[in-house]
T-cell receptor, first 111, second 111 residues
Framework: GENVEQHPSTLSVQEGDSAVIKCTYSDSASNYFPWYKQELGKGPQLIIDIRSNVGEKKDQRIAVTLNKTAKHFSLHITETQPEDSAVYFC??????????FGAGTTVTVRA | NAGVTQTPKFRVLKTGQSMTLLCAQDMNHEYMYWYRQDPGMGLRLIHYSVGEGTTAKGEVPDGYNVSRLKKQNFLLGLESAAPSQTSVYFCATKEPNTEAFFGQGTRLTVV
């Protein structure tokens, strides 16, 4: 099955700086790559996603890039704010209905 | 519109006891999933369903059973709980080619 690796496991940034989280996947047939944010005591919530026919997607302060050749994709958060502190998960899917998740990155934004 | 509701939110079981976790959705989604979340391991798929009356094994199905007798409900059963099943359990639902929506989670401790 699909194997997704996520780095780093923890990330501490100063408010206003950028945060970057990287994921690699094993199956070249994967075609859907969502990112989820999980706040304390809550379920994960989709923040942005990208499909394999697109190289980059942006939504305000959040962007995702995809390199199909290298089989990796990244989440970029610019101008970080305290409310960006959370656990972030990347995922990959081959067949639309099953997602394989990375281990998660705990992001802490220091005021 | 409640979205995805998990019952119960917390539970403590003794080794060998049985219990059922209920996931209820009011979004009329076809696909439903049960994941477990453990520190450093992300979200791992236990079982899933692609429609009423259907179920399939995920990544870590051993020790669990599921049923989807009604489209809106997906039940996860533990017949004989073990300490290794201590975890946070998340239900999720989705439609084809759309994002997954997660419940708030059930924190289960097996002593």
């Amino acid at each position: 099955g699909e194997n997704v690796e996520q780095h780093p496991s923890t990330l501490s940034v100063q408010e206003g700086d950028s945060a970057v989280i990287k994921c690699t996947y094993s199956d070249s047939a994967s075609n859907y790559f969502p990112w989820y944010k999980q706040e304390l005591g809550k379920g994960p919530q989709l923040i942005i996603d990208i499909r394999s026919n697109v190289g980059e997607k942006k939504d305000q302060r959040i962007a995702v890039t995809l390199n199909k050749t290298a089989k990796h994709f990244s989440l970029h958060i610019t101008e970080t704010q305290p409310e960006d502190s959370a656990v972030y998960f990347c995922a990959a899917s081959i067949d639309d209905y099953k997602l394989s998740f990375g281990a998660g990155t705990t992001v802490t934004v220091r005021a | 519109n409640a979205g995805v509701t998990q019952t119960p939110k917390f539970r403590v079981l003794k080794t060998g006891q049985s219990m059922t976790l209920l996931c209820a959705q009011d979004m009329n989604h076809e696909y439903m999933y049960w994941y477990r979340q453990d520190p450093g391991m992300g979200l791992r798929l236990i079982h899933y369903s692609v429609g009423e009356g259907t179920t399939a094994k995920g990544e870590v199905p051993d020790g669990y059973n599921v049923s989807r007798l009604k489209k809106q409900n997906f039940l996860l059963g533990l017949e004989s709980a073990a300490p290794s099943q201590t975890s946070v359990y998340f239900c999720a639902t989705k439609e084809p080619n759309t994002e997954a929506f997660f419940g708030q989670g059930t924190r289960l401790t097996v002593v």
